[in-house]
């Protein structure tokens, strides 16, 4: 994972809230609460879109059709008054908050966001917080690939593989520093 292709990632949070466009009506049909993924949290299936009004009015739109903007996303079809409901989709923001356990038992750090591809909707990797200050010295570090063993609740299980795959995403404070010397 070079640098100029991790900088066409997205990640989830920076998602979360961004409104939707019609793409045939340019109509706002609301922002975006969650993208869902496939049974292995392999690839995101689609959005989930809170509405404004009452009543549970939430819409589901086909990750094949948007397109990830900056500001915005454009939904060109695949839009569904709820079809899926949050409970039978697998959201991404149960991923959020678990610890990240080598099998060996090493604690990894807990996940603080998720990496997608915005083509493709591969998720290319969880992001790392180990801790508020070892963020800031050395940057929040990727986990690379999916899919992990759930362990039992709040925890993913990483194979000493996809450990020694793990690398900085952001520089921290520390980096910067050292790399103006």
């Known amino acids: 994972m070079g640098m100029s292709e991790r900088l066409s990632y997205i990640k989830r949070e920076s998602v979360i809230g961004l409104p939707v466009i019609d793409g045939k009506t340019n ?14 949290n392999t690839h995101v299936e689609g959005l989930f879109v809170a509405r404004d009004g009452w009543g549970n009015n ?10 990830i903007g900056t500001d915005a996303i454009i939904a060109e079809g695949g839009i569904q008054q709820g079809a899926k409901s949050a409970d039978e989709a697998s959201s991404l923001d149960k991923l959020l908050k678990k610890r990240a356990i080598r099998e060996d038992g090493q604690e990894l750090g807990i996940i603080s966001d998720i ?14 917080s180990v801790s508020v200050l070892d963020d800031l010295l050395t940057g929040r570090r990727i986990i690379p690939n999916m899919p992990y063993e759930q362990g039992s609740g709040d925890v993913i299980v990483v194979s000493l593989d996809q450990a020694a795959k793990i690398e900085s995403y952001n520089r921290g404070i520390k980096n910067i520093f050292l790399s103006k010397i």
């Open 58 to 67: 939430d819409l589901d739109i086909s990750f094949s059709g948007v397109t």
């Open 27 to 40: 109509r706002k049909l609301g922002i975006v609460k969650d993208f869902y993924t496939n049974k292995g």
């Open 115 to 128: 990496l997608i591809d915005p083509i493709t909707g591969r998720i290319e990797g969880l992001e790392l």
